[in-house]
T-cell receptor, first 112, second 113 residues
Framework: GESVGLHLPTLSVQEGDNSIINCAYS??????FIWYKQESGKGPQFIID?????DKRQGQRVTVLLNKTVKHLSLQIAATQPGDSAVYFC???????????FGQGTELSVKP | KAGVTQTPRYLIKTRGQQVTLSCSPI?????VSWYQQTPGQGLQFLFE???????NKGNFPGRFSGRQFSNSRSEMNVSTLELGDSALYLC????????????FGPGTRLLVL
């Protein structure tokens, strides 16, 4: 079936280090991708997005990289802080309006 | 702007009952999408409504239905509840012309006993 998969279900980093969360997507027709952060008891929070005509996009302390050749997406978080601890989801839009297909999620744990 | 709001936040039902969940989108957003989140299946798309019309539908049985009102508020209904329907139901809203850029509400936690 449709799927967007994550390579690492859990990631533990030291405060101040950089974090990299990876995601593989399956639908080559997808032209839009989003990263969400979900904290316990809350809904997913929009972090950053990227369209398929770009390879890289930067936000505040976050960078998303897109490699369409191998259908791979990554989220880089610079100077990771304890407040970054959460589950991170990538999602793709297979050019179908308001339908997003989500990956499994990666739990990021930041050690002080 | 106020974010997406969902009511109720928590709900307990028994098998066979039906339930209605409500979602109010961000002001000015006309697209509302619904997702089911469970530990086993993750986040799965249920359906999307835009301008009071269902635009997309996921792979869920007909017991799951929804609607959207003229003020863009949306409801979803689950009839004949099953234990497996226990989940966090999330609503997301988006602007016309950018329906893929979705902002989520806090969700409704449904427990079916």
């Amino acid at each position: 079936g449709e799927s967007v998969g994550l390579h690492l279900p859990t990631l533990s980093v030291q405060e101040g280090d950089n974090s990299i969360i990876n995601c593989a997507y399956s639908n080559s027709a997808s032209d839009y991708f989003i990263w969400y952060k979900q904290e316990s008891g809350k809904g997913p929070q929009f972090i950053i997005d990227i369209r398929s005509n770009m390879d890289k996009r930067q936000g505040q302390r976050v960078t998303v990289l897109l490699n369409k050749t191998v259908k791979h997406l990554s989220l880089q978080i610079a100077a990771t802080q304890p407040g970054d601890s959460a589950v991170y989801f990538c999602a793709e839009n297979p050019n179908q309006g308001g339908k997003l297909i989500f990956g499994q999620g990666t739990e990021l744990s930041v050690k002080p | 702007k106020a974010g997406v709001t969902q009511t109720p936040r928590y709900l307990i039902k028994t098998r066979g009952q039906q339930v209605t969940l409500s979602c109010s989108p961000i002001s000015g957003h006309r697209s509302v999408s619904w997702y089911q989140q469970t530990p086993g299946q993750g986040l799965q798309f249920l359906f999307e409504y835009f301008s009071e019309t269902q635009r997309n539908k996921g792979n869920f049985p007909g017991r799951f239905s929804g609607r959207q009102f003229s003020n863009s508020r949306s409801e979803m209904n689950v009839s004949t509840l099953e234990l497996g329907d226990s989940a966090l139901y999330l609503c997301a809203s988006a602007q016309q012309g950018a329906r893929e850029t979705q902002y989520f509400g806090p969700g409704t936690r449904l427990l079916v006993l």
